[in-house]
């Protein structure tokens, strides 16, 4: 699957941003789909992910109650939502395509993952 991310960009800290991707070439309704971060000099990290139906959502510790994640499967997209931004969110953000169909929305490894957006820059200022 083409997965193609937008919406990246600066903000202050305590700001909000939408980050949204959308996917073409495979059924995206089948799909777990996800969100990971990676600041320089780390790891890539889990950041969210959401089941193939919307109904089950997962999140990293660091962005438990500033952060959403959504799915529209007519449109063949997913978003996260950011509040409450914190410096420490500052990172390249990338969604991604689990490989299986029918998968776990709680397995946050990259490995379960397949299909990679290109990356969007976030920078929070203090």
């Known amino acids: 699957v083409q997965l193609q991310a937008s919406g990246g960009g600066l903000v202050q800290a305590g700001g909000s941003l939408r980050l949204s991707c959308a996917a073409s070439g495979r059924t995206f309704s089948r799909y777990v789909m996800g969100w990971f971060r990676q600041a320089p000099g780390k790891e890539r990290e889990f950041v969210a992910a959401?089941?193939?139906?919307?109904?089950?959502?997962y999140y990293a510790d660091s962005v438990k109650g500033r952060f959403t994640i959504s799915r529209d499967n007519a449109k063949s997209t997913v978003a996260l939502q950011m509040n409450g931004l914190k410096p420490e969110d500052t990172a390249v953000y990338y969604c991604?395509?689990?490989?299986?169909?029918?998968?776990?929305?709680?397995?946050?490894?990259?490995?379960?993952?397949?299909?990679w957006g290109q990356g969007t820059q976030v920078t929070v200022s203090s």
């Open positions: 959401i089941g193939w139906t919307g109904a089950s959502r």
């Open positions: 991604a395509a689990q490989k299986d169909m029918y998968g776990s929305a709680s397995d946050g490894s990259s490995f379960a993952y397949d299909s």
